[in-house]
């Protein structure tokens, strides 16, 4: 069987594509546009998550917990079969996330991801999040701790350069 072989611009029609139907909340749509074999890499995480099942139920936990979520697109590009993307979500904590409660908080969410096409379908992701923005927003983290963690962070950077 041969590869089939996208552009990039084809790679950020597809990717534009799935953000669309995520932002729908049509489950289906997506992972129509998904390999069969899809491959989930999550930062931090010691393994690697695969197929439609796994990712659904990752985007049914944020819908769930997030019904009103909005999604928009800062930045896509694409280089060969790589698609990179920088995306905004807000919405309300409305349902249960991670075992906390709903709080009624707003929360406003930045992601930075990659995607892999191959054979036209989207076969892989790397997600590099800031979940402890979100946990902080829903106040299961408080927030005083994130700032001395952001500013012990900057003391070190700042030493770095000086």
Known sequence: MLAIHTSPLENIALMNNAFAALRR????ACTELMSPDFIINLAGMPHQMRG????????ELFFKAFPDM????QDMFA???RVAVRFRFTGTHKGE????????NRVDYQSYEIYRIADGKIAEEWICSDLLTILTQIGA??????????????????GAVC
């Not at 439609?52 to 985007?59: G, I, L, S, V, Y």
């Not at 996330?97 to 009624?104: A, D, M, V």
């Open 79 to 81: 280089n060969d079969d």
């Open 70 to 73: 909005q999604i928009e697109t």
């Open 25 to 28: 909340q049509d489950l289906d």
């Open 141 to 158: 983290f408080p927030a005083r701790q994130l700032l001395l963690m952001w500013l012990a962070g900057y003391r070190v950077w700042f």
């Open 97 to 104: 996330f991670l075992g906390n409660q709903p709080t009624g």
């Open 52 to 59: 439609h099942r796994a990712w659904r139920k990752n985007a």
